[in-house]
């Protein structure tokens, strides 16, 4: 059952742009996926090391402004010294998105881990706002807040075969989907291996952890690497889909958004981005069709509070709980009666 | 002190002091547990035993004096650092990862003695998946040797007390401890938890696991131990076999007070 599952919620997706005619819902999807995935790298950071990251979308805009820089190329002088970047394939800026953003991940994960809890917030939120007056201000580099437009979206292929422009919705949608599978890969190998453990420890009881010989900045460290790696990438993706960036987007309400997908689908469980993801990612599009753009936000609020309420744990968590009782109950009917209740 | 003595010296504390400000919780501690001996460390409350564990263990820095374990110093070394070493500690009250499975602490435990590479994992290589059973294997080894291997897949919180200390143990000795520190491993155990884990430190001894215990239970350590080490007022006593120091009037003065001299 619980390696069926997967497959086939896969198999549905899989699924989804052979019968989704609709080219905004499939673009819903897409910029859906694309934030799934930085939840996904945010869960890995709160969920599992329990270490709150309010800076989450400085990465996403690192990778997005990374990627976006080397495919389109720049001019620029640093210290009277003049440096030009000819344009490289969007495929490289994916790959060094996700470096740069990795990088600082080890650097804040360095620096802030000393401190952490309370302090840890805010030097990751701190470290969002730098990340965006920068953006905003050098723009010689960035452009400031005129954006960079005309970012070629991404080509795949090889020399002898030949290449392919995504320049569809559809391909958009496969190509994420596949890092979402791929970082769910990743994710779930890494918390079943003694590495993700020593994560959990850490959440768990940190001076115990360390007395049996965890180290604390390892493998916190090795999290915010992780972590800031995958959601740069997702902003490479995102940056690739869209064609355009500016500085709003390392406004705080995309992080808050990656919050909301994690705790209301359930922190520290693989599945919970996901299931949150696609519920705060899609509902606010189906809400359209029924109501006016102000009640639209209200019943979202809403519901994020009514989740957060009556399940504090997640929604995956709830689900897994009421799925393992309803299975004991039918494991405990199936035998004699009276031999059910332990001893 | 004779060489001889000094030459077997697995962990040897000297001249070791602590003080928190004007108080003075440890002024002169010197002694050393020999390979394979069970010391116990055994004094009133406030006497300084924790904070001696604290030192040794690297959670506490000294405010003079050195510790060192197999001959190489500990001065500055972080808990973990003290841990890889093959020294490891429990904790006095229960210390436990309590939302996670039985089975599971005990793999955490096991963080020692996993070879897994990171490339390897995320590939998910025949190496890795060799070294993630192989150490599943040893946690069902350790819950055995402990006895809890019945109540493996509980909640750790969920265990009864005695059986959530002897998970406590069950984490440090999945640590690889050469030298195993208890601190006050029974205390509020019933009597029949208490043989259990008497049994169970017997059989940690017939292994050759040296200990040093802190416990406040007087029979068992007078049973148990090879040598106490008595600890008042931060300062060492008396230092040698149950016998020596059930007759040691400084160590009754200071366990019972002056009235026994009126007695």
Known sequence: MSRIFPLLVLAFFLSVPLWLTDQYYLHTLVVCGIFMLAAMSLNLLLGYTGQLSLGHVAFFGIGAYVSALTSLGFNVSIFGYQITHEPWPPVIGVVLGGAAAGLCGYLIGKLAFRVRGAYFVIVTVSFAEVTRLIALNWIELTNGPLALPGIPPLTLGFEPIGYATLWSKGANYYVVLTFIVITYIIIKRLIDSPYGRAMIALRENEILATSVGISVTRYLVLAAVFAGTIAGVSGTLYAHYIQIIDPMIFMFLNTVTMVIMVITGGKGTLAGPVVGGLIFGVAPVILRNYVGPEVQWILYGALMILIVFVLPEGIVPAIERWFSRATAKSAELAMEPGKGARS | ?263
């Open chain 2, 1 to 263: 002190m004779t060489s001889a003595q000094n030459a077997k010296a697995i962990l040897s504390v000297e001249n070791v002091a602590m003080h928190f400000g004007g108080l003075i919780a440890i002024s002169d501690m010197n002694f050393h547990v020999n390979e394979g001996e069970l010391v116990s460390l055994i004094g009133p409350n406030g006497a300084g035993k924790t904070t001696a564990f604290n030192i040794i263990t690297g959670f506490q820095r000294p405010t003079k004096g050195r510790v060192s374990f197999r001959g190489t110093s500990l001065a500055g070394l972080k808990p973990h650092q003290v841990t890889s070493l093959g020294l490891v500690r429990t904790f006095q009250r229960t210390n436990l990862f309590d939302k996670i499975s039985v089975f599971d602490n005990v793999l955490i435990g096991l963080h020692r003695k996993t070879s897994a590479r990171l490339l390897g994992t995320l590939l998910s290589l025949p190496r890795e998946r060799k070294a993630e059973a192989e150490l599943r294997d040893q946690a069902w080894e350790i819950l055995r040797l402990v006895g809890i291997e019945h109540q493996a897949k509980e909640r750790a919180s969920g265990l009864p007390y005695g059986d959530q200390r002897l998970l406590g143990v069950a984490l440090a000795l999945a640590a690889q401890p050469s030298a195993l520190l208890l601190d006050e491993p029974v205390s509020g155990m019933n009597a029949t938890e208490t043989g259990r884990f008497i049994e169970l430190i017997d059989k940690l001894r017939s292994r050759g696991t040296t200990i040093l215990l802190v416990e406040h239970d007087m029979p068992m350590v007078m049973r148990i131990s090879d040598r106490i080490v008595v600890l008042n007022y931060g300062r060492i006593i008396a230092n040698g076999t149950p016998k020596e120091i059930q007759n040691d009037p400084e160590v009754i003065q200071a366990y019972l007070g002056q009235g026994v001299k009126h007695a």
